[in-house]
């Protein structure tokens, strides 16, 4: 079962284009939102996360919009960058324990 | 550099066998975590230990077993491998155990032939 959904699968940018990555969930017990920048051979490092109180959290160029009646929310990477390409992924925390993760995005920024 | 440290890096081992895959948290941090990456089911949560207790658990196989000692080093292990278990293992620690970023090592990569 896919808590938390996750799309496009991939996606290629142009360099100083604007990435969009989205999430939905089910679980209204989720109350916490981070999101994953993983390159290969590396561990997930995280790159901003929001509360479900919060409509939008920015920190550089990633943003977080987060609507919290269509249990939906996404990453928006402003001006992306080659060095941007990685595997994201967004994740809800259950029960303040464990992590679901959503399936991926692997992004490509194209100079 | 999250601070999290995992050994080995590579394992390469056979059908049956049982390996042991190690964790130090980052300094400070109480709560370990262990998930497992692989092509077909994506990043899972294995199972969770906050200062030696475990606290919460995923989907972990009754094959795979873990403790956390009392230096707040934690220790997977698994056993009577098969070659679906062959995955990217990543164990990830937080301050607490409750709405608290984890931060995650660079994982063992598992290969079992």
């Known amino acids: 079962q896919q808590q938390v959904k996750q799309s496009p699968q991939s996606l290629i940018v142009q360099k100083g284009g604007i990435s969009i990555i989205n999430c939905a969930y089910e679980?209204?017990?989720?109350?916490?939102f981070p999101w994953y920048q993983q390159f290969p051979g590396k561990g997930p490092a995280l790159l901003i996360a929001?509360?479900?109180?919060?409509s939008e959290k920015k920190e550089g160029r990633f943003t977080i919009s987060f609507n919290k009646s269509a249990k939906q929310f996404s990453l928006h990477i402003m001006d992306s960058q080659p060095g941007d390409s990685a595997t994201y992924f967004c994740a809800a925390n259950e029960y303040g324990n464990k992590l679901v993760f959503g399936a991926g995005t692997i992004l490509r920024v194209k100079s | 550099d999250s601070g999290v440290t995992q050994t080995p890096k590579h394992l390469i081992t056979a059908t049956g066998q049982r390996v042991t895959l190690r964790c130090s948290p980052r300094?400070?941090?109480?709560?370990v975590y262990w998930y497992q990456q692989s092509l077909d089911q994506g990043l899972q949560f294995l199972i969770q230990?906050?200062?030696?207790?475990?606290?919460a658990k995923g989907n972990i196989l009754e094959r795979f077993s873990a403790q956390q000692f009392p230096d707040l080093h934690s220790e997977l292990n698994l056993s009577s491998l098969e070659l679906g278990d062959s995955a990217l293992y990543f164990c990830a620690s937080s301050v607490a155990g409750s709405q608290e970023t984890q931060y995650f090592g660079p994982g063992t990569r598992l290969l079992v032939l």
């Open positions: 929001i509360r479900p109180d919060v």
């Open positions: 300094s400070g941090d109480l709560s």
């Open positions: 679980n209204t017990a989720f109350d916490y």
């Open positions: 230990y906050y200062n030696g207790e475990e606290r």
